[in-house]
């Protein structure tokens, strides 16, 4: 396979990045895993006492699927968590990438930017590779890219809304200024067609966690979205049609004038 | 009462499950010796943090169909064992089939549908199980506390038991029944055979409850901690079990005797012991206060904390081999999957009892 998602200099085949926690049960969730084709997973430690190790059991039971590992700063709201929690599961986890977030709002989750670009810049000077969890304002992700960042990933909606791309124009606008800059969706996507309409957007990947894990089979709604980021990875890369304001047949239409065809067809 | 020809049984752990099936076993005749880790009198396990909750359609939206069932079953055993419950000791263990009432706030109402299209989903047409949705005016005749509330879902038939009452009733039934109590006694158990510090005790059968006692025996077997708050008011008081949905949280309040109103639980997977967080507290206090404002007044008498036995599939194991019974991964579902976990591990004691004589 040649169409490879490469984040930090690591290349991977699949480009769906799901979470492990939410499931009815730790087997579900790997099962899920699995049958998502996933090949980076994030899981978080803020509430479990990672000092004492005492969530150790489940983390090796993640640690048993193999793929890469994200931990996540969940549960942050300031850059000084961030950064003793980043250390310590630096250490647990035996890995330098992190998914950072920096909680703004208690409410909706929402990332606050000034705190994000404050934490990515130290861990990124301590030597993390920082896959921050912001919103979809181009200019926190220039900030953020300015710091070092290598990878964005811009909210599609709040987590555990399950809203899809709430903003299309930001979204778009981020792909195009951004085009060298691999782009994660993560958060808000609760369907595949959701998820397939950012990989047609040209987003590189998609993250997400509640969409399966909430589903009444998990297993299936991970497979489910394994088919639709591949859809819509390679719909993209196919090259998708421009949208036409009226059909346009294949044939030319005979009792139509050709100037009037011609007309139709530049419409968007 | 039992005779020398009386199968003589082991039971390791003195929490809920070893007490239910300590008495069960009892009645048939069989010589019982229950086995405890810590003492009696306030047990370690989970089942001394828990809220004593009985709601199989509740539970269901979060765990799988296998849960539901036996929690069905249970709810069928439960009315009938805490009447011979009470009238053996003389004392009431408050069991309470008064359903259980599921609201939201309003920006979280969508939580309401999204629970009633899970149940419908799940329970495939199943129409025993009643789920019946409230506006203001049938939530306010049930709940009256619940008066910042515009609308809910009613699940009739659940019910709940004050396991804080229902614990020491089955000690003191227990000692009457002759059990042989050893407390402070931890123990290790292989196929009839008890281990503990001063040596090797044989038995017909052996039966490892111990929860996350056997730890090393039962494969997965993690502890999950969760967290409760107790309070204490004469001013707002529900009339059963209330669960305040949230996107992210699942939190309850099950009202006791006295005033008390017992709030839970965090879902932490960890198997850290320490005491409650900060962060917790407020969780659950937050909830409550959101119920009624007027729990604010409310005294906080007691923070529990423990940690739950699950194996990787939050699933309850029965396993049974020659002379050895191993129960374990109640989960979070103690109280309303014992009976029915009982009935199982009854039928199998007996049969290897059968085959040993």
Known sequence: MTDLLKLYGTTFDSR???????????????????????????????????????GKMLWDYIRESGCQLLPNTAGCKTPREVIA????????????????????????????????????RELVRRGFKVLPYCTDDLVVCRKLLDVGCEVLMPWGAPIGTGRGLLNRYNLQTLRERLPDTPLII???????????????????????????????????????????????RTAYSAGLMLKRQTASPSTPTLDMPFWQQADTATQE | MTDKNSPRIAIAGGGLMGRLLAWRLAQRDCNITLFE???????????????????????????????????????????????????????????????????????DRSELEHIQRELAGKLNGDESAQVRPLDRGQ??????????????????????????????????ILR??????RERTPVECTPGCVEHGEGKLRFDCVIDCRGLGAKGQVEGLRGVRGEVLVVETREVQLQRPVRLLHPRYQLYAVPRSG???VIGATEIESEDMSPISVRSLMELSSALYSLHPAFAEARVVETRV???????????????????VRVNGLYRHGYLLAPALVERVEKLVMQQCLQVA
Not at chain 1, 85 to 111: C, H
Not at chain 1, 218 to 229: D, Q, S
Not at chain 2, 89 to 105: D, Q, T
Not at chain 2, 176 to 181: C, E, F, K, M, S
């Open chain 2, 176 to 181: 009457q029944q002759g059990v042989h109590l």
């Open chain 1, 186 to 232: 993560d958060a808000g996507i609760g369907a595949p067609s959701q998820a397939a309409e950012a990989m047609e957007m040209g987003y590189d990947a998609v993250l997400l966690n509640t969409a399966i894990a909430r589903a009444q089979e998990p297993v299936n709604m991970a497979r489910a979205f394994r088919l639709a980021v591949e859809a819509g």
């Open chain 2, 306 to 324: 423990n940690c739950r036995p699950a194996t990787m599939d939050n699933l309850p194991h029965v396993h049974g081999e020659p002379r050895l």
């Open chain 1, 85 to 120: 929690l980043a250390e310590m599961s630096r250490e647990i986890f035996l890995t330098d990438w992190l998914k950072l977030e920096v909680i703004g709002d208690d409410y909706n989750l929402q990332p606050d930017p000034y705190g994000l670009v404050e934490a990515a």
């Open chain 1, 16 to 54: 769906l990045l799901i979470g492990t926690a939410l499931y009815p049960s730790p087997a579900i969730m790997r099962e899920s895993v699995e049958a998502s084709g996933a090949q980076i997973i994030t899981l978080s430690l803020r509430r479990q006492s990672p000092e004492q190790q005492q």
């Open chain 2, 139 to 172: 939530l306010q005749q049930l709940e009256p506390a619940l008066e910042n509330f515009e609308q809910g879902l009613y699940l009739e038939s659940e019910g709940d038991i004050d396991n804080r009452r229902l614990l020491p009733v089955l000690l003191n």
């Open chain 2, 37 to 107: 880790a810590r003492d009696f009198t306030t047990p370690s396990g989970a089942c001394w943090a828990a809220a004593g909750m009985i709601s199989p359609l509740s539970e269901l939206v979060h765990s799988q169909r296998e849960v539901y069932g036996l929690g069905v079953r249970s709810l069928e055993l439960w009315p009938d064992w805490a009447r011979q419950l009470e009238t053996e000791s003389g004392k009431a263990v408050e069991f309470r089939r008064a359903g259980s009432v599921l609201v939201a706030h309003g920006r």
């Open chain 2, 259 to 261: 005033g008390q109103t």
